[in-house]
């Protein structure tokens, strides 16, 4: 088992910036890739990014490229996602997840935190 909990979120004006973080523990935190997904009210559940399990290797879904970024310290077991220029449009419950490999499929993925609101005002 892979206990992931975020924290991070908030209200931010348009242009700002949050920082996410996601604090693992249970088995090896190295041993997994790991992804951001977020939510919005009445839609399913996206992708944001991923970083492979080195922290080499990130993919980003297209409306965050450029604005983004995902990044891990395994010897403190911890996700991070910078999130900068965000808009409205970012505002949703943010998740972070584990998976054997790199993915960018909901179903490819583990484990899963309880997630963290961000959201964006105009």
């Known amino acids: 088992q892979v206990q992931l909990v975020e924290s991070g979120g908030g209200l931010v004006q348009a242009g700002g910036s949050l920082r996410l973080s996601c604090a693992a523990s249970?088995?090896?935190?190295?041993?997994?890739?790991m992804g951001w997904f977020r939510q919005a009210p009445g839609k399913e559940r996206a992708f944001v990014a991923a970083v492979s399990r080195s922290g080499l290797t990130s993919i980003y879904g297209d409306s965050v490229k450029a604005r983004f970024t995902i990044s891990r310290e395994n010897a403190k077991n911890t996700l991070y996602l910078q999130m900068d220029s965000l808009q409205p449009e970012d505002k949703a419950v943010y998740y972070c997840a584990a998976s054997p490999s790199l993915s960018t499929r909901v179903q490819g993925y583990e484990y899963w935190g309880q997630g963290t609101q961000v959201t964006v005002s105009s």
């Open positions: 249970g088995r090896t935190f190295s041993n997994y890739a």
